[in-house]
């Protein structure tokens, strides 16, 4: 396996590659990644709905959503969360700030639409009928207490969520095997569904899931508690908005920024070192 520095010094080319993809490659890989993180988040319901005790249903439906990340790191795809890492090139002058910025914003609106393509379709194909409705009273539920959050408890749930999520990548880059990658990214993503963090991408699917779902299937859903605090406006302000922040300040400077530092970040002596060698090999 590569080492923690080995993975750090990896990261500046694989960031740097991602910078360079023409929009259109960006938003299909986005789209892709956002449907993959979504077909996670139907599988997890989908586990998880039919089981009484709500500790050993979240448990269940935790040990279902890294297929998500799997999909995404395996298959081949541009996931707005991981890609806060592309902070690391950014702080070794690799990549500019505004490259990384242009990554962040086409992929980001590619996961919103592949995660609320997969709502939409996981609602009208029906898929939220399983057990007699409970899929779509699951779905709504979940929404509404996504939307029923302050800013700074979403805010701060985005944070732990994506210190997790990034070193879940980072374990996977550590792996040289599929199963390795696996095994390596299965832990961190598992427990912070297991405690209920918040994922900007993710919840581009559970929030517009439980919106559909409220129109769809109206009456199986009508005694969900809070439902009409559940609207599109709900789901930018009080959830994307607050949890993308914080994803933001997880991965990029909590994950990131300590990984640059401690692995990558050149002192004045080497600075001076390598400024040395430059100059007597001119």
Same mark, same amino acid.
């Given at each position: ?101 242009? $990554?962040?914003?086409? #992929?980001?609106? =590619? &996961?919103?639409? +592949? *995660?609320?393509?997969?709502?939409? !379709? ?17 779905a709504t539920s979940t929404a509404v207490a996504k ?91 009080? $959830?994307?908005?607050? #949890?993308?922040? =914080? &994803?933001?300040? +997880? *991965?990029?400077?909590?994950?990131? !920024? ?25």
């Amino acid at each position: 396996m590569n080492s923690p520095a080995e993975v750090a010094k990896n990261y500046i080319s694989i960031g740097k590659a991602k910078t360079t993809n023409s929009i259109g490659k960006l938003l299909i890989l986005g789209i892709l990644a956002g449907a993959f993180i979504a077909f996670a988040g139907v599988g997890a319901t989908t586990a998880a709905v039919s089981i009484e005790k709500a500790s050993v249903a979240k448990f269940v439906g935790a040990c279902v959503f890294p297929a998500g990340l799997a999909m995404v790191l395996i298959a081949g795809s541009e996931l707005f969360t991981g890609n806060c890492l592309i902070i690391i090139p950014v702080l070794d002058g690799e990549v500019t700030v505004g490259a990384m910025l242009r $990554n962040w914003v086409i #992929v980001y609106i =590619g &996961n919103l639409i +592949g *995660g609320m393509l997969i709502a939409f !379709l996981a609602t009208y194909s029906n898929t939220f009928a399983l057990f007699g409705n409970g899929l779509a009273v699951s779905a709504t539920s979940t929404a509404v207490a996504k939307v029923s959050m302050t800013f700074g408890s979403a805010f701060l749930k985005g944070v732990l969520c994506n210190i997790l999520v990034c070193i879940a990548v980072w374990m996977a880059f550590a792996a040289k095997d599929v199963t390795g990658k696996i095994i390596g990214l299965f832990f961190p993503i598992m427990l912070f569904v297991l405690c209920g963090y918040e994922h900007s991408v993710a919840d581009m699917y559970y929030v517009p899931a439980g919106l559909f779902a409220k129109m769809k299937f109206a009456d199986a859903v009508a005694d969900v508690s809070n439902l009409n605090n559940l609207n599109w406006g709900t789901f930018f302000i009080k $959830n994307l908005i607050p #949890v993308t922040l =914080g &994803n933001i300040v +997880g *991965g990029a400077f909590l994950v990131g !920024l300590p990984y640059w530092a401690v692995y990558l970040r050149k002192s004045k002596t080497q600075k001076e070192t390598e400024k040395t060698v430059n100059l007597s090999g001119k």
